[in-house]
């Protein structure tokens, strides 16, 4: 009877694959801790970057915001709380970059070489690496909250708005690290990922609300830049964390994180796809 309901080849195959799943995803997730471990001078870029910001320019804005309260915010606050959502976006999306980088080094001479012609399905792989990306980039968002914590930034972690605050987090990494998979489709060498990175990171930054609110921008006169702050995702991800950091969910920027990441990821599975993607362009 019980052979009937379960044929014995089909429970075993099964398994055996999620098994294989699980040790890939093991397997690549614990290769970039062991890498970022050894690292230093990665996790002290990842820190100075935001943390200069924080210190030489939150110094000479600090009262910039006296004169106006800025969404989701009910009250005053200081240039340092407001831009620290955007300087944890910093982390986030130069994480998510510089994992870009090392699928194109792994992808031409290293383990993703080797992956890519494994026998799992090429969605699980890539989703492995995303996920690999997503861990060191909460492992540096903490270090950061840390060492800001230490120079005076107090943020509202401490809460019911933690879990929506750690769930922003996790969204915006997803989001910025399928972009970074995505332009590593397009990345031949290395030699081109310079120029590639600063004509995608520094405008996704300084186009966005991570330094200053859109009705700055408005205000100004700065209509065309106004516009293409609404439009870059990178805005979506600081305003989600920024309101999930006062406990209040921003509709309009999860759907626009989701939606970037979900496109995102599936033009980067294409990418791969040795069919349409980038193996058979370079043949």
């Given at each position: 009877?019980?052979?009937?309901?379960?044929?014995?080849?089909?429970?075993?195959?099964?398994?055996?694959?999620?098994?294989?799943?699980?040790?890939?995803?093991?397997?690549?997730?614990?290769?970039?801790?062991?890498?970022?471990?050894?690292?230093?001078?990665?996790?002290?870029?990842?820190?100075?970057?935001?943390?200069?910001?924080?210190?030489?320019?939150?110094?000479?804005?600090?009262?910039?915001?006296?004169?106006?309260?800025?969404?989701?915010?009910?009250?005053?606050?200081?240039?340092?709380?407001?831009?620290?959502?955007?300087?944890?976006?910093?982390?986030?999306?130069?994480?998510?970059?510089?994992?870009?980088?090392?699928?194109?080094?792994?992808?031409?001479?290293?383990?993703?070489?080797?992956?890519?012609?494994a026998p799992l399905p090429r969605w699980w792989i890539l989703a492995c690496k995303l996920i690999a990306t997503t861990v060191l980039?909460?492992?540096?968002?903490?270090?950061?909250?840390?060492?800001?914590?230490?120079?005076?930034?107090?943020?509202?972690?401490?809460?019911?708005?933690?879990?929506?605050?750690?769930?922003a987090l996790i969204c915006g990494a997803l989001m910025?690290?399928?972009?970074?998979?995505?332009?590593?489709?397009?990345?031949?060498?290395l030699e081109n990922f310079a120029g590639t990175m600063n004509f995608v990171i520094f405008p996704m930054f300084f186009i966005s609300t991570a330094l200053y609110p859109l009705w700055k921008l408005r205000e100004s006169g700065a209509l065309w830049l106004y516009q293409l702050a609404q439009l870059n995702p990178f805005t979506s991800v600081v305003e989600l964390m920024r309101f999930a950091l006062q406990g209040q969910l921003n509709a309009q920027a999860a759907v626009v994180v989701a939606l970037t990441a979900a496109l995102s990821f599936?033009?980067?599975l294409r990418g791969y796809d040795p069919q349409r993607g980038w193996v058979r362009q370079r043949g």
């Open positions: 009877m019980k052979n009937q309901l379960m044929p014995s080849s089909t429970i075993p195959v099964a398994l055996k694959g999620w098994q294989h799943g699980l040790l890939a995803l093991q397997a690549i997730v614990g290769r970039e801790l062991f890498k970022f471990s050894r690292q230093y001078g990665r996790l002290l870029s990842a820190l100075v970057r935001p943390l200069l910001w924080l210190v030489v320019f939150a110094a000479g804005f600090r009262n910039v915001f006296g004169v106006s309260v800025v969404d989701p915010y009910d009250t005053y606050i200081t240039y340092d709380e407001y831009i620290a959502p955007g300087l944890i976006g910093m982390v986030l999306l130069f994480n998510g970059m510089q994992s870009s980088l090392a699928m194109v080094y792994d992808r031409e001479m290293g383990l993703m070489r080797l992956l890519l012609t980039s909460l492992i540096q968002v903490l270090m950061f909250l840390a060492v800001a914590a230490l120079l005076g930034t107090q943020l509202p972690l401490l809460g019911p708005q933690l879990a929506h605050f750690l769930l910025l690290g399928s972009i970074g998979l995505l332009l590593s489709v397009h990345i031949r060498q599936a033009l980067a």
